[in-house]
């Protein structure tokens, strides 16, 4: 059913916009069977009897009428056969029960561990390989218990893989929410999406549309691009609309904090009706983003994998299902209870002011205004730990050099940079931040690794991105693999990229046993790789999603793949690859990378946008996303950074698998790589002195605190070009 155009939703805060729904609602004939089946079910599983912290019944037959989750499954999945729809419908049942369950039993102060260990035993009712489950000791269980049995029969190990990976992060995502609720933090709204999509419901949901109509997905098309962002704009979508909805329940009744509308009121610092407003324009926006991708990207993408009738016809499918999945959701929610105000007094605490690391960073800012040399004022960086420097460092310094002046990188004739534009840059010095307990030979092999790699960095901007030569940039890429052999010989190199590849992996790969170099080579690849996904972007004049573009420069700038292959190597680390691969090493290392890559991008977005015309830049994807202003972008990005030390130490804080001292010094060098990696942005001439002969900025001080002051920058009256591509 579509909706009235003229008709609002009153709150107590604001007016509900009118959601966008890219066609009318269908519903399924089988809706009133799928109600009394799933009826049944939640009274055999005991859903109706379980009470809650306060010893109330967290459900009774009367509030599960009134909520009308079956209704939910028929509106969102109008074409299941009635079986898959009844099993479909229990699961909805059985996850917003779950929900309230939680929110009652555990959403009080003093309750953290014992939710804990709540959810880690949930964790054992899905298991990826078997249907078969642990013993359930409680309705949570026995109802997870009772659905995983009859769910993964007659499905591929592909989709169980993913629906379990999508269903345990849901079930953890409550301890994060938890933790926010604790500390009175609301997430930037960056975070927010990113967690939302990690350990919401959306996500969970896309996987049971492939269930709910055999449309499975096959892995190797499941795992392409435009497939994940179909799923990330899917989710974005279900999610912002159950904020609208949800607000005045979770904000009014629960404490929450994790809810878009507020964290877009607090970040954007605007009134709960435009930030209300602003969610819904966002929605729309990712909506049109899913239908753009649908009808451009993906069909390519499916050619190019060689999928049969069959399996293009379960990738169409599967697309429908996911539009029949947002509009069913916007009719259910039009017509369901379940974020009407209860007489229910409020749990948990109710927010205030942003508290702790979550204090947006327009809160810390500099109080002498736009600082020069940038089209913002420069935040005010919170960096926990102090920076050392490396007493090697001038040998790097001199070693370094000599290097790129014989690889040709430095100096005429075709050098990327004048010997004056290198001393500046000061790449010896990030070294010696990052890395101050190295060796010497080691602190010299990492100095000439940071070179190459943005040697590789300019040279691509000004051999392919500038004159946007797709053809010449993909040749270029896949030679460099010929420049680190695992055995036999090389060609000859043909520029100054080619020529320090092939000397630093002579000299990098006699130190590394096998397994370790093959890793090395293959994060290089990536790393050449991601300038191709940069440059399609720009060539398609295409500002990426901030969560897109955060994921993917994990590999475009090497510092999830390369750069931490590069710590274990300089610090001569033995760990595991097993152990690498491991979830929390996985989290840590993310934490690690992305407060690299986005202190480069608030230091580099005025040499980006406006020298570069470069488009594959956080602050300009946040901006860009959630239609704010520059400074409001910064501030959010900045906040990011803040929340990557704030995740890094709790993950670090939790026990590490592996060999103790190993991981605690792996640990220590990967704060060091922030830290140090911070100080030489803030300092360094290379990201605002945008003129090579120019005076170069001094060398940033480290206070005391941890935080890092720089002398101004360069003037500049700021970028404006960008808005005439």
């Excluded at 005991?46 to 009134?66: M, P, Y």
């Excluded at 736009?370 to 004022?377: D, L, N, S």
């Excluded at 986005?598 to 230091?603: A, G, Q, S, V």
């Excluded at 040499?607 to 956080?618: D, F, S, W």
Aim: charged fraction near 25%.
């Amino acid at each position: 059913m579509s909706p009235d155009p003229g008709r609002t939703v009153p709150t107590r805060s604001f007016e509900m916009p009118i959601p966008y729904q890219p066609a009318p609602a269908r519903l399924s004939p089988h809706a009133d069977g799928a109600h009394v089946h799933s009826l049944a079910w939640a009274r055999g599983m005991g859903l109706f009897d379980c009470e809650d912290g306060r010893g109330e019944r967290v459900w009774d037959e009367e509030r599960f009428d009134s909520m009308r989750i079956p209704l939910l499954a028929a509106y969102c999945h109008p074409d299941a056969a009635p079986e898959k729809l009844n099993l479909v419908s229990d699961w909805y049942v059985w996850m917003f029960w779950f929900d309230d369950h939680f929110a009652r039993t555990f959403k009080r102060p003093g309750a953290r561990q014992q939710a804990k260990e709540y959810l880690d035993r949930l964790r054992r009712f899905t298991p990826v390989g078997s249907a078969g489950t642990a013993s359930p000791a409680n309705p949570a269980e026995r109802g997870l218990a009772d659905l995983w049995a009859r769910t993964l029969p007659g499905t591929s190990t592909g989709w169980r893989r993913r629906f379990a990976g999508s269903a345990q992060s849901l079930v953890q995502g409550c301890l994060r929410e938890l933790e926010n609720m604790r500390d009175g933090r609301v997430p930037n709204p960056i975070e927010y999406i990113g967690l939302r999509r990690a350990s919401g419901g959306a996500p969970w949901a896309a996987d049971l549309v492939e269930y709910a109509i055999d449309a499975e997905v096959p892995d190797r098309i499941a795992g392409t691009r435009p497939v994940r962002v179909l799923r990330d704009t899917f989710s974005d979508g279900v999610h912002l609309l159950n904020d609208l909805y949800s607000y005045r329940r979770e904000i009014e009744e629960e404490g929450e904090v994790d809810n878009g509308v507020l964290v877009l009121e607090r970040f954007l610092r605007c009134g709960t009706q435009e930030a209300a407003d602003r969610v819904n324009d966002l929605r729309t926006s990712r909506l049109r983003q899913f239908e753009n991708t649908a009808l451009t990207e993906l069909p390519p993408v499916v050619e190019e994998c060689g999928a049969d009738p069959g399996e293009r016809g379960r990738v169409v499918r599967y697309v429908q299902g996911l539009q029949d999945w947002q509009s069913g959701s916007c009719e259910w929610h039009r017509r369901s209870s379940r974020y009407a105000a209860s007489e229910r007094p409020p749990v948990g605490r109710a927010p205030g002011a942003p508290a702790g690391l979550g204090v947006p960073a327009s809160a810390l800012r500099s109080p002498n205004g736009v600082t020069p040399g940038y089209p913002f004022r420069l935040p005010a960086f919170d960096m926990p730990w102090k920076v050392s420097v490396n007493p090697h460092h001038a040998g790097a310094r001199a070693a370094g050099k000599a290097w790129a002046c014989e690889m040709g990188i430095v100096g005429p004739p075709g050098g990327l940079w004048s010997g004056e534009k290198y001393d500046a840059m000061e790449f010896a010095k990030w070294c010696a931040m990052t890395s101050p307990s190295a060796a010497p030979e080691y602190l010299e092999l990492m100095a000439l690794w940071f070179t190459w790699v943005l040697a590789l960095d300019d040279y691509f901007i000004a051999e392919y991105k500038a004159r946007r030569d797709v053809v010449g940039a993909r040749v270029f890429v896949e030679r460099l693999a010929c420049f680190m052999p695992l055995e036999g010989g090389e060609p000859v190199p043909g520029n100054c990229v080619e020529r320090g590849l092939a000397d630093l992996w002579s000299r990098t790969a006699e130190r590394l046993p096998a397994a370790r170099r093959e890793a090395i080579r293959r994060e290089v690849l990536l790393l050449a790789a991601g300038n191709l996904w940069e440059m399609g972007n720009s060539v398609l004049h295409r500002i990426p999603d901030p969560i897109d573009y955060i994921e993917m420069s994990r590999v475009a700038k090497g510092v999830a793949g390369l750069g931490a292959r590069l710590v274990l190597l300089v610090q001569q680390l033995d760990i595991s690859e097993e152990l690498l691969d491991s979830r929390l090493m996985r989290e840590l290392v993310n934490a690690y990378a992305d407060h690299i890559d986005l202190t480069n991008d608030i230091i580099s977005y005025r040499l980006e946008t406006e020298a570069e015309r470069h488009l594959n830049n956080g602050v300009l994807a946040v901006r860009n996303f959630l239609r704010c202003g520059l400074q409001e972008a910064v501030d959010i990005v900045n906040d990011q950074l803040t929340a990557c030390v704030q995740n890094f130490e709790r993950i670090a804080g939790e026990e590490l698998p592996g060999d103790a001292a190993d991981v605690a010094a792996y640990v220590e060098n990967l704060r060091h790589w922030m830290s140090g990696n911070l100080a030489w942005h803030v300092g360094n001439s290379r990201y605002v002195d945008l003129d090579p002969v120019a005076g170069v900025v001094p060398f940033p001080r480290v206070l005391s605190t941890g935080h890092v002051s720089a002398a101004p920058p360069p003037s500049d009256q700021g970028m404006q070009r960008l808005a005439g591509m």
